[in-house]
């Protein structure tokens, strides 16, 4: 596709439930990012994939939240057991590696109720 | 966290005019990155400049950073409504993880 794709845009979920996100990176980017954007905290990073280099998990909140990438394209976060303070727009960004500009996908606008 | 403060936190001017947001951070950085969002969804990137560089110009849009003092800013020039948006620096240091200032809310009034 032409840019970042996330899915899905919305997503309401129940306090406790386990929620999968889903971003599609522009094809041939080997740079990975996600972060969220809530009213409290702002943006914040989140985990950063390089190529096949260990991810940086640095900024995840919580043993709560993990991210895979599989074949160095697709990448899915994962929050198990939600908590309202997980509510936030949650963005995926793609880049052609380290020092280029990052292109970003319209977000997923997660609701914990 | 958030590592960088922009000021003003809001900002509101007749089509026209010129709009002027700073940007200053806390540590070294191999460059400094300006988006624009609207409506709280997806991010726009608008221009990077890297910590040799002084200054750059991408059509209306002039960054300039000082890394002495640790601040850069952003110049939209002959402002249009259609620049209605909220615009935030973030910074690049080791790794490449982008991490975001406050943001500036611009208003461009018709």
């Known amino acids: 596709g032409a840019g970042v794709s996330q899915s899905p845009s919305n997503k309401v979920t129940e306090k406790g439930k386990d929620v999968e996100l889903r971003c599609d990176p522009i094809s041939g980017h080997t740079a990975l990012y996600w972060y969220r954007q809530s009213l409290g905290q702002g943006l914040e990073f989140l985990i950063y994939f390089q190529g096949n280099s260990a991810p940086d998990k640095s900024g995840l909140p919580s043993d709560r939240f993990s991210a895979e990438r599989t074949g160095g394209s697709v990448s899915t976060l994962t929050i198990q057991r939600t908590q309202q303070e997980d509510s936030a727009v949650y963005l995926c960004?793609?880049?052609?590696?380290?020092?280029?500009?990052?292109?970003f996908g319209p977000g997923t606008r997660l609701t914990v109720t | 966290s958030q590592q960088g403060e922009e000021d003003p936190q809001a900002l509101s001017i007749q089509e026209g005019e010129n709009a002027t947001m700073n940007c200053s951070y806390k540590t070294s950085i191999n460059n400094l990155q300006w988006y624009r969002q609207n409506s709280g969804r997806g991010l726009v990137h608008l221009i990077l400049i890297r910590s040799n560089e002084r200054e750059k110009h991408s059509g209306r849009l002039r960054v300039t950073l000082d890394t002495s003092k640790k601040s850069s800013s952003l110049l939209i020039t002959a402002s249009r409504a259609a620049d209605t948006a909220s615009y935030f620096c973030a910074t690049v240091k080791n790794t490449d993880k982008l991490i975001f200032g406050t943001g500036t809310r611009l208003q461009v009034f018709p």
């Open positions: 960004a793609s880049s052609k590696g380290p020092n280029y500009e990052q292109y």
